[in-house]
């Protein structure tokens, strides 16, 4: 039996969120810092899954220089919001702009937003910063903070790789509407998020 | 893009159990060995192994072969002056980041360097290894095998690191390296956040 090479990438991104626990974010959380811990944590939360796989599907979209600008720009935002959590800076409705990544995000995927790059990194950091805020306040106390960090921002990159991976498919038609079907899917498990159902 | 990409993940997925053992397993290694992998498995030297390598390697190879030198010469020093001062213990640390951050920056603006901030940034690089490094087994027979072991594994591993780089320097492999400087500079800023709220 023989599989076309995009295709089994595909499945084969499309399998890795789907790894991850349908729990929400932050939820179970406790078992301790480190590596893996930071790891696992942008991995636990669908909606973060979503929201990061959908930085990587829009970056396809959108081509270069965007496909590698947007991973580039959110783990550096994502780390300036998380240090605002862990410094407890206020920041209102973090969970509700987490939600609000992936319904606007999986929007831009689902429609084949082209918006002009500057657009495009504008939101994506700005959402960044709500990614990291949640992951900076639960930032260990102890000393592995820096083993918790590296954890999170290799699991946030595979994230995306995963999203551009699966973004590839887009090459031929039926691929491409594949891809806008996920971003639909990402947007409609945001609005799940925000209204409580998921 | 999607291979180098692929493989950039990969690595880095890979280096997340080794990291997380870090100093686990090193004393059971032997004074030869646990000098020898201690730059690989302890994450801050790690990060800075591997920021300094990709700067070195994206500035061309007649950066390589004068930050190369400098970085082992700066490791050696850094070993010999960690056993002869007493710094504070989070202070290697900070220098290895603060090393990693810098020459990340670099990396993700893409631009080349002069020859004589190339030496510093290796040498300073080196250093912070070095000082974060030094052994602390007894009897000075093996804190000397545990040194010159750090010496030739960190040196053997910015010789490997910056000729794969500067031999790899097509579009796409350069946009690997920028996710990946993008990757380190975050987690720099995660954890020197962390520091200033402990």
Redesign the interface.
Known sequence: MRFAKPAC?GLAAALVPALSSVARAHVGEGAGG???SG?VHPLLGADHVMAMVAVGLWGVFLGRPA??LL???F??V???G??MG???MPLPSVETGIALSAIVLGLCVALGARAPLWLAAVLVGFFAIFHGYAH?AE?P?EAD???F???F??AT??LH?TG??FG?LARTEPGRLAVRAAGAVIALGGVGFLTGVV | MRRSLVGLAAVLVLLVPGAASAHGNLAAAGAFYSGLLHPLLVPAELLCLLAVGLYLGTNGRHASQIGVPVFAGFVAAGLALGGLLSLPVRLPTIMALAAAALASLSVIAGKRLPHALLAVLAGFGGLAIGLDAVPDADGWGDRLLTSVATVIGSGAAIVILTAFVSSQQRELSRIGYRVAGSWIMAVAILYFGWLAVQ
């Open positions: 990438l480190g590596l893996i790891f496909i590698w991973p580039v720009i783990p550096l994502m780390a300036l998380g240090v862990m410094v407890g900076g930032m106390g903070a820096l083993s960090a590296l954890g921002v290799i990159g595979v790789l551009i991976l590839s």
